[in-house]
């Protein structure tokens, strides 16, 4: 058990006894102390009567900092849909406005979200495509619920957020498992902080925190810029066409003993099943960091694809730098390459034999958004 366990394990306990939960606490002791969160404190003594001096500043309501132009007026091309968990606008919670969202909507729907956090499971219903979630930055917003594996009858359902729409896009905010992180041996412990199962899905700008699963990229076309990724065993996983571009990507696994040559992470675990598929994961100029010793990808399926380009990793990638998941027949189908990486990580000379060291034509096919068709729907998001 490391330190964050132990003070996790004790503050379930602390919570699950008291009824006026504070997920700030639990959130912001979640996140790595390298992030510096902006969560303003959830307002749980609201309602209650204080004891204290009046204040100078006479402060009548909670939402008197709340900025009245918040939400912009609806026009004929977008929606908008105002969340803040205090009250001061028209949802508590960003599912009540998904709610609200109209099925099969041609306009862009925009649901703002105000600093905080919220504590709730969401789905994005797949009638519901052209939502955006836009949060006040991924250190200040964020969704987080708890569920696992074993919680939600499977991994795949474990998602504190769960997006079955097409053409959805989130900017500025996090996703959370806030689940305890598995010991070794733990069954059903798996704790998915987002699930995106529609096309066409961009994310600016945004978090995701977990341990093991955290990112489930299901399928589809994906898009994942300035983002920040966190998570111990195959913390990407799913069988999406994503492109990753500048994000950081951060290993929590435990730390392992100097000279042990324990592997107790992975950053990905692509599952393409078949060579007719043309999912696969391509990393432009990301960095990996973090601790534990982890490989850059496992093949969860056969056919399992994915590459880095110009991608900074430290020491804790291990020298063979990817797994077969132990079937080596896999060896003739997957495709693991790396392309112009940097740091002590990037070392080839000790890789496993498929993996491949891309050259210049290999690698122009990975190198920007034309391998998930960017150019189709893309450009429209960047706004
Ligand atoms: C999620 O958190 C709640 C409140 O602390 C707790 O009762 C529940 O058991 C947790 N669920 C899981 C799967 O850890
Ligand atoms: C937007 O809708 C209004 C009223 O429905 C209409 O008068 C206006 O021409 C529309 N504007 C555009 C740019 O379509
Ligand atoms: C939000 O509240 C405003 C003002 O009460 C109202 O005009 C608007 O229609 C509401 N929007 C939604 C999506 O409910
Ligand atoms: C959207 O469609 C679903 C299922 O088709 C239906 O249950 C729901 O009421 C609809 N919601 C709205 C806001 O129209
Ligand atoms: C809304 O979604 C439909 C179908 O996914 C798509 O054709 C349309 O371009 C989208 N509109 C906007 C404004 O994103
Ligand atoms: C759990 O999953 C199994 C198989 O995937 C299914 O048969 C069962 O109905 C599910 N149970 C619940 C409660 O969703
Ligand atoms: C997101 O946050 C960044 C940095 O905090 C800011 O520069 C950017 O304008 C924000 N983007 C959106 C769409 O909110
Ligand atoms: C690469 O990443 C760094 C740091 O994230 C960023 O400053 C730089 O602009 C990126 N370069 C390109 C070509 O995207
Ligand atoms: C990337 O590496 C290849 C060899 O694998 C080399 O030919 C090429 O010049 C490098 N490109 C850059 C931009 O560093
Ligand atoms: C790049 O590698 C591919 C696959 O091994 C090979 O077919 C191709 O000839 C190579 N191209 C160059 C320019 O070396
Ligand atoms: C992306 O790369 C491909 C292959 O090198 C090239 O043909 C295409 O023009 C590039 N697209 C953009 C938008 O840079």
Redesign the pocket.
């Known amino acids: 058990m490391n330190l964050l366990s132990i003070v996790l394990a004790i503050l379930v306990a602390i919570l699950s006894s008291t009824f006026l939960i504070n997920p700030n606490t639990l959130l912001t002791t979640f996140l790595p102390p390298n992030i510096v969160t902006k969560f303003i404190p959830y307002n749980i003594d609201r309602g209650h009567r204080h004891r204290k001096r009046p204040d100078h500043r006479k402060k009548v309501s909670i939402c008197d900092d709340f900025p009245k132009d918040f939400?912009p007026p609806d026009t004929n091309t977008t929606?908008?849909?105002?969340v803040d968990r205090n009250g001061c606008?028209?949802?508590t919670s960003v599912q009540s406005?998904v709610d609200?969202v109209p099925n099969l909507s041609l306009k862009r729907n925009i649901v703002l979200i105000n600093s905080g956090i919220y504590y709730e499971k969401v789905t994005v219903p797949k009638t519901k495509p052209n939502i955006t979630f836009q949060g006040q930055g991924y250190t200040s917003t964020a969704i987080a619920w708890n569920d696992t594996a074993k919680s939600a009858n499977g991994t795949f359902y474990s998602g504190s957020v769960q997006v079955f729409a097409s053409n959805f896009m989130a900017k500025n905010i996090s996703f959370m498992n806030v689940a305890p992180i598995p010991s070794p041996g733990d069954v059903g412990a798996q704790a998915v902080a987002i699930r995106i199962s529609g096309d066409q899905s961009a994310f600016f700008g945004c978090g995701f925190f977990g341990a093991q699963d955290t990112l489930h990229d299901d399928r589809g076309r994906h898009y994942f810029k300035d983002c920040y990724i966190q998570g111990s065993i195959d913390f990407i996983f799913g069988n999406a066409r994503s492109f990753y571009e500048n994000c950081q990507l951060i290993s929590m696994a435990n730390p392992v003993a100097p000279g042990s040559k324990a592997i107790n992470g992975a950053v990905t675990a692509h599952g393409r099943a078949s060579k007719d598929e043309n999912s696969g994961f391509a990393f432009v100029n990301c960095t990996i960091g973090g601790t534990g010793r982890i490989w850059l990808g496992r093949a969860w399926r056969p056919f399992s694809r994915v590459v880095f380009l110009f991608a900074s990793m430290t020491d804790i990638i291990a020298p063979e730098g990817w797994n077969d998941f132990n079937d080596p027949t896999r060896d003739q189908t997957v495709f693991y390459g790396e392309y112009n990486c940097t740091g002590a990580g990037s070392d080839m000379t000790m890789r496993a034999p498929y993996v491949q060291r891309l050259n210049d034509t290999q690698a122009s096919l990975f190198l920007n958004t034309s391998f998930i068709d960017g150019d189709q729907w893309l450009q429209s998001y960047n706004n």
Do not use: V
């Open positions: 939400a929606s908008y849909f105002c606008c028209n949802f406005a609200a």
